[in-house]
């Protein structure tokens, strides 16, 4: 059986910093000279060298009246309160599961903060811990909100809301947190029959849509890994996949609207084909001119 293999030099690929807008802002390299003059205080991401303040980072510069920082381009995620998170279960210990969610360290999912199977508000007994893995288990997938921050910068999670809890069948795309803009909702369904939950911290899912009944007699624990998802719904999946791809390889926001607009650019394409340098240009292109036209 014969295979075709695509073999690309670096000299024939496609310069995505075309895209680049006239607003974008300047980057900083580690040891650069920020400013040289008087008065300025450094803040994250900056140090000193004699009356030079310099970058310690790659990243853009934010200042804040005298005030300056500069925010990497490449980062852990930093949690707030409220924020939507992704995120896959490392541990189970006493009382609280431990939760891998792109950040620094690991956050805890305390067992008073999940909704139990048939929704009973009530406190959580040895029986209650002891049912612990079978709940939720190392390597599985969940959606759930930041709800306070511990001293030591780790998070403590919730899953009390319905639209939280266990993930099932779909696909996990991670992107740099900072490319996920934040809006009032992270939880889409998309007009082409998926489901896409954006989060915070960086991690994206995908998966097909459901009914919002779906889940709320067991807290949000459900897992239905038994019944196939259907060919059709396979594909939508994946082209999203490779669209969000797409988007967070040219340094786009992704947002409802720009993942719908690069859905639709993507149609003409085969799904492998998005794949390609060409592919993604012209996919992000599109994008962003769409976008343009709208901010107008």
Request: proline share 2%; net charge neutral.
């Amino acid at each position: 059986m014969s295979t075709n293999v695509q073999i690309r030099l670096a000299r024939d690929r496609v310069n995505n910093e075309l895209l680049a807008s006239d607003r974008t802002p300047r980057l900083y390299t580690p040891g650069e000279v920020i400013t040289a003059q008087q008065g300025y205080m450094r803040g994250h991401g900056t140090y000193m060298e004699g009356d030079d303040i310099k970058s310690s980072v790659a990243g853009v510069m934010e200042k804040v009246n005298k005030l300056i920082c500069i925010k990497p381009l490449k980062s852990r995620y930093v949690g707030e309160i409220g924020d939507v998170v992704v995120g896959r279960i490392t541990e189970v210990q006493q009382k609280r599961w431990k939760v891998d969610t792109n950040a620094r360290l690991e956050a805890a999912l305390l067992l008073s903060s999940v909704n139990l199977p048939g929704g009973e508000l009530r406190r959580r007994g040895v029986e209650d811990e002891q049912m612990m893995r079978k709940y939720l288990k190392e390597g599985d997938l969940i959606s759930a909100e930041v709800q306070n921050i511990f001293q030591d910068g780790s998070l403590s999670l919730h899953t009390r809301s319905l639209k939280y809890g266990k993930l099932s069948q779909g696909v996990l795309v991670k992107v740099f947190p900072s490319l996920v803009k934040r809006c009032k909702t992270h939880f889409h369904n998309l007009p082409c029959g998926a489901t896409v939950i954006l989060g915070n911290n960086g991690f994206v899912w995908i998966a097909p849509t459901t009914s919002a009944e779906d889940g709320e007699e067991d807290g949000g624990f459900n897992q239905n890994l038994q019944e196939a998802v259907a060919k059709s719904d396979r594909e939508v999946i994946v082209r999203l996949r490779n669209t969000i791809t797409a988007l967070a390889n040219c340094k786009l926001m992704l947002f409802d609207t720009s993942i719908q607009y690069a859905y639709e650019a993507s149609l003409k394409y085969e799904v492998h084909e998005l794949l390609s340098q060409e592919a993604i240009f012209d996919v992000c292109f599109i994008t962003q001119h769409r976008l343009k036209l709208h901010e107008d």
